[in-house]
C-alpha cells in the first residue's frame, strides 16, 4: 500500500523553540515531495518543494533522503503564527501529472 | 479574487439526496483535481482533469459520484444518494500546464458537506 506516514502530533512548544517534524513514504518510485500547511478548517497551501540537498526559506529548512525514503521539516524560533496542522506530500507523478499522496499531518501549537 | 473559487462553502443535506458542488479553478490553469478531506486525515484525491478531458479517477469515487469540466474551464462535482459516510471537506485545486513533477497545485478553500 502506498502510504505516506507523519509524527501524530500535536507538538506543543513555546515561541522561540526549533520544533522538527518527520516524515516516511513507501513508495520509492516517488519523485517529488513538498510540505503544506493547513490551518483549521482553511484549504492546504504548499509551504515548500523538498529537495534531496536540501533546501532552506528563512526559519524552514526541508530535508529529503531518498535512500531512506525519509523527509523532515525544521522550523526555528516559532512563532504564534506557525501554529497550523503541516502535511508532508508525495508525488508519484509517473503519468505527467500529479498525484499527491498527503500524509495525515502533524498539529503544531506554539504558545506564548 | 483571482485563486480557486469552491461554491458553496458549506452544504447540509438529508441523507439520500442528491448534492453538486462547483469548482472555478484559476484562469490560465488547465489542470483541475478534486479531492475529499475526512476530520484527521489528509486530503484524498478523487479525479483530475486536463482541460475537458476526465484522465483520472479514483476508486474512492463510487457511481454515485460523477465530475465534469464540459467546457476545461469550471467544474462541477455530483453526489447522487448521499450517504453520512460521504460528510466531509471537498476540495477543487488546479495548477497549470506544464509544470513537470514539481507541479504546484493551488487549493481552494473547500465545500464542507454534512449529510444529515
Known amino acids: 500500500r502506498k502510504e505516506v506516514e507523519q509524527d501524530p502530533g500535536p507538538f506543543n512548544v513555546p515561541e522561540g523553540a526549533t520544533v522538527a517534524f518527520n516524515c516516511t513514504y513507501s513508495n520509492s518510485a516517488s519523485q517529488s515531495f513538498f510540505w503544506y500547511r493547513q490551518d483549521c478548517r482553511k484549504e492546504p497551501k504548499l509551504l515548500m518543494s523538498v529537495y534531496s540537498s536540501g533546501n532552506e526559506d528563512g526559519r524552514f529548512t526541508a530535508q529529503l533522503n531518498r535512500a531512506s525514503q525519509y523527509i523532515s521539516l525544521l522550523i526555528r524560533d516559532s512563532k504564534l503564527s506557525d501554529s497550523a496542522t503541516y502535511l508532508c506530500v508525495v508525488n508519484e507523478g509517473v503519468r505527467g501529472y500529479s498525484t499527491l499522496t498527503f500524509g495525515k499531518g502533524t498539529m503544531l501549537l506554539v504558545s506564548p | 479574487d483571482t485563486g480557486v473559487s469552491q461554491d458553496p462553502r458549506h452544504k447540509i443535506t438529508k441523507r439520500g439526496q442528491n448534492v453538486t458542488f462547483r469548482c472555478d479553478p484559476i484562469s490560465e490553469h488547465n489542470r483541475l483535481y478534486w479531492y475529499r478531506q475526512t476530520l484527521g486525515q489528509g486530503p484524498e484525491f478523487l479525479t483530475y482533469?486536463?482541460?475537458?478531458?476526465?484522465?483520472?479517477k479514483s476508486r474512492l469515487l463510487s457511481d454515485r459520484f460523477s465530475a465534469e469540466r464540459p467546457k476545461g474551464s469550471f467544474s462541477t462535482l455530483e453526489i447522487q444518494r448521499t450517504e453520512q459516510g460521504d460528510s466531509a471537506m471537498y476540495l477543487c485545486?488546479?495548477?497549470?500546464?506544464?509544470?513537470?513533477?514539481?507541479?504546484?497545485?493551488?487549493f481552494g478553500s473547500g465545500t464542507q458537506l454534512s449529510v444529515l
Open positions: 482533469f486536463q482541460n475537458e478531458a476526465q484522465l483520472e
Open positions: 485545486a488546479s495548477s497549470p500546464k506544464g509544470t513537470g513533477r514539481n507541479e504546484k497545485l493551488f
